[in-house]
């Protein structure tokens, strides 16, 4: 089973900076099958990046993905008052369980 | 536009049975997978389980082999995750969400429903 960690635990910042999350996995991801996504108080998580890179529909282009083989970063390059949630990162190369990270919550410094 | 749209809160006691829903629409619900997603309070998500309605093959994670059954009826477009007895650990919000599955691994989750608050309790 692959172990996703993500850090930091939570990140502080302040609207306007930017936002570098990581994820490290515990064996090389597949494919780069990496996904991260957002989840706001009371609200279902929504998939902001898949494929390590690539951007969901809607998604703005603030937000980017990159990453390969064990190291993964999600860069939020301005943060926006709504930007600030927890974020996720999940690996779905492997045959199940598909894992997910253990969040690193973005407040506001 | 694709909908996933889940039953609503529930309250149980320890040992009662329990099934909640999921409904799709917007889509042709036989081509994807439909999977859950467990939330325990204040904790992060866990991958339990999907299935696909188009001929019910279903794939759980080894912690809830057993603990749970996923299932699913095409002909309205609901997938289904259910409980025989309840424990005061499954309290947890539950998530239904949309993938697609090959024969040795499942995608991301693109789109998912609002959610089901699970409350077991004596």
């Known amino acids: 089973e692959i172990v996703l960690t993500q850090s930091p635990g939570t990140l502080s910042l302040s609207p306007g900076e930017r936002a570098t999350l990581s994820c490290r996995a515990s064996?090389?991801?597949?494919?780069?099958?990496l996904a991260w996504y957002q989840q706001k108080p009371g609200q279902a998580p929504r998939l902001l990046i898949y494929?390590?890179?690539s951007r969901a529909t809607g998604i703005p282009d603030r937000f980017s993905g990159s990453g390969s083989g064990t190291d993964f970063t999600l860069t939020i390059s301005r943060l926006e008052p709504e930007d600030f949630a927890v974020y996720y990162c999940?690996?779905?190369?492997?045959?199940?369980?598909?894992?997910f990270g253990q969040g690193t919550k973005l407040e506001i410094k | 536009e694709v909908q996933l749209v889940q039953s609503g809160a529930e309250v149980k006691k320890p040992g009662e049975s329990l099934k909640i829903s999921c409904k799709g629409s917007?889509?042709?619900?036989?081509?994807?997978?439909i999977g859950w997603v467990r939330q325990m309070p204040g904790k992060g998500l866990e991958w339990m389980g999907i299935?696909?309605?188009?001929?019910?093959?279903?794939r759980y994670s080894p912690s809830f082999q057993g603990q749970v059954t996923i299932s699913a009826d095409k002909s309205i477009s609901t997938a289904y995750l259910q409980w025989s007895s309840l424990k005061a650990s499954d309290t947890a919000m539950y998530y239904c969400?949309?993938?697609?599955?090959?024969?040795?691994?499942?995608?991301?989750?693109?789109?998912w429903g609002q959610g089901t608050l699970v409350t077991v309790s004596s």
């Open positions: 064996q090389s991801v597949s494919s780069s099958y």
């Open positions: 969400a949309r993938s697609y599955c090959s024969s040795t691994s499942c995608l991301f989750f693109d789109y």
């Open positions: 299935i696909y309605p188009g001929d019910s093959d279903t």
């Open positions: 917007g889509y042709s619900f036989t081509s994807y997978w």
């Open positions: 494929g390590a890179s």
């Open positions: 999940q690996q779905y190369g492997s045959s199940p369980p598909d894992t």
